[in-house]
């Protein structure tokens, strides 16, 4: 069984920095990927930003330049900085995790959710 456990988010103003975490345990025999996705109430689920375990990060157009995804492979974290927030960054965060567990299988992993709230 695996689990991600997500730490981080809250309220903060226009401008402001917040950090997302998200570690994954259990019966984990490798990390493909892992990223974040973010839903705002009355808008489609949107993809933020995405690492591979080779560390190659892919962001969307929205969050290029003020967000920073990171990945520690030995503690199967990934980390979300960030910065500049805009109200229109306002949603649930949730981060995902693509991983061959210790029975052999491939699957992605979700974690519970965190709210971020940017005041303007």
């Known amino acids: 069984q695996v689990q991600l456990v997500e730490s981080g988010g809250g309220l903060v103003q226009a401008g402001g920095s917040l950090r997302l975490s998200c570690v994954a345990s259990?019966?984990?025999?490798?990390?493909?990927?892992m990223g974040w996705y973010r839903q705002a109430p009355g808008k489609q689920r949107e993809l933020v930003a995405t690492i591979t375990s080779g560390r190659s990060a892919n962001y969307a157009d929205s969050v290029k330049g003020r967000f920073t995804i990171s990945s520690d492979n030995a503690k199967n974290t990934v980390t979300l900085q960030m910065s500049t927030l805009k109200p229109e960054d306002t949603g649930v965060y949730s981060c995902?995790?693509?991983?061959?567990?210790?029975?052999?299988?491939?699957?992605?992993?979700w974690g519970q959710g965190t709210q971020v709230t940017v005041s303007s």
């Open positions: 995902y995790a693509n991983i061959l567990t210790t029975r052999g299988s491939t699957n992605r992993y």
């Open positions: 259990g019966s984990i025999a490798s990390l493909n990927a």
